[in-house]
């Protein structure tokens, strides 16, 4: 069955520390894969898209590698900071139709000062 | 301001009370999705549509219905509401027919007594 997997525990990082974020998926062949975050209470807000033939994509502090051989997609927050403290959903776009988008259900990420 | 706006934001009602939740944006979107997101589920796809008029199941459309009949607005009814329906429900838009970043509304909390 199809399946994606992240960390279901909370991450915990001291300030300063790059975050990495693992988005592992089996009987998926997504065309692309973004990343969101959400906040308690909020809406996810999207941080990033990455597609089937790119390895690797950055904007600012945010870095996403997709590995469609592994079947996985690495999310890194370099220089971390409180702030980034939320929960982060990777999503799996185009498998089964390009317009289906499928979530995972995300990974606590908790930024220690 | 660019928006997707859902209501209601909360919503206690009775099995069986027929309601709708309304969501709008105001970007000119083609494509528009209604999520429901449940604790260790993660975000799970009810129904989308590619343009006016188009619409198509997602993952768990049983017990929902939507329309488009204008490119705006994009409502979730509930004939007939049951319990396992209780969930946070939300509505997403995104300016292109799949591969590109989703806009999410903040939510509406809907509890089905």
Redesign the interface.
Known sequence: SQK?EQN?EALNIQEGKTATLTCNYTNYSP??L?W?RQDP??????LL?I?ENEKEKRKERLKVTFDTTLKQSLFHITASQPADSATY?C?L??SG??????????TKLQVIP | EAQVTQNPRYLITVTGKKLTVTCSQNMNHEYMSWYRQDPGLGLRQIYYSMNVEVTDKGDVPEGYKVSRKEKRNFPLILESPSPNQTSLYFCASSPTQGAGELFFGEGSRLTVL
């Open positions: 994606i279901s065309a692309y973004q969101y209470g909020r809406g996810p807000v999207f898209l597609r959903l999503a776009g185009g139709g390009y317009q289906k988008v499928t979530f995972g259900t995300g």
